[in-house]
């Protein structure tokens, strides 16, 4: 693509940036500076205008949506005086589109039915994911608030410990990917380019090891209401 057509089509396209901007204040706060989120936001939209190839067919506004969003998601994480849960409920967010993103390439569900337990099987991921993020993140000494009671505090230990212990027990590839992606915060991309494994192969393997971590465990031990919700 030549230089020309990027110019063209990142002038057609900055009223994205604005929209995803919008959205990230809602979702966040108010308060976040609307010129480093403008900052990030143009690293993305330079990062889409680099890969993106017409000759595919794709919307360059589908390409690049998610790119701007995950650049600003990336530079959030890397900003420093954010309280520790607005860390995790960036990191939540962005999981939670990156998973959501590797599903569009799926085929088309056959009929309603199917597209009902679709949608039932990616709420379950969603919230297996949630409750994945919050707790590798208290794992690492990060506490989401002060507990409420002695109680709900060994609740949260109890399934720390569990949960990490039911993610060693994963096939290799699948643990290997848990923890890069929920305990040591690597992007899809950054465990791509470390194990040498195609993005969306990578999303397929979250995505059968969050279903795997499901099904151990009943709606009972997952405990949604132990850890704090996301706001927004």
């Known amino acids: 693509m030549d230089q020309k057509t990027r110019h063209e089509l990142a002038r057609e396209h900055l009223p994205l940036i604005d929209e995803i901007i919008a959205v990230m204040k809602k979702r966040f706060g108010a308060h976040l500076d609307e010129n480093e989120l403008r900052s990030f936001a143009m690293e993305g939209m330079a990062e889409a205008l680099n890969r993106f190839d017409p000759s595919r067919g794709v919307n360059f506004r589908t390409f690049a949506n998610p ?6 998601y990336d530079g959030l994480s890397k900003a420093g005086w954010f309280p520790r849960r607005l860390h995790r409920q960036i990191a939540f967010f962005k999981r939670s589109e990156e998973l959501l993103h590797y599903r569009e390439d799926d085929p088309a569900p056959k009929d309603k039915v199917e597209a009902v337990h679709r949608l039932a099987d990616s709420l379950k991921e969603l919230a297996t994911a949630y409750v994945t993020t919050y707790a590798a993140t208290e794992e690492k000494n990060e506490p989401a608030s002060e507990p409420a009671d002695a109680e709900q505090q060994l ?8 949960l990490s212990e039911s993610i060693n027990r994963l096939p290799g590839r699948q643990s290997e990917i848990m923890r890069y992606y929920f305990y040591e915060d690597m992007s899809l991309r950054e465990i791509s380019n470390r194990i ?3 993005r969306s192969w990578i999303s397929r393997l979250l995505s059968s090891g969050l279903a795997t971590l499901r099904k151990r465990f009943d709606r009972d031990s997952m405990p949604l209401d132990v850890f704090e919700p996301p706001d927004g």
Request: glycine content about 12%; aromatic content about 6%.
């Open 196 to 198: 040498g494994l195609d």
């Open 67 to 72: 790119r701007i969003r995950g650049a600003v």
């Open 155 to 162: 609740d949260r230990q109890r399934y720390r410990q569990r």
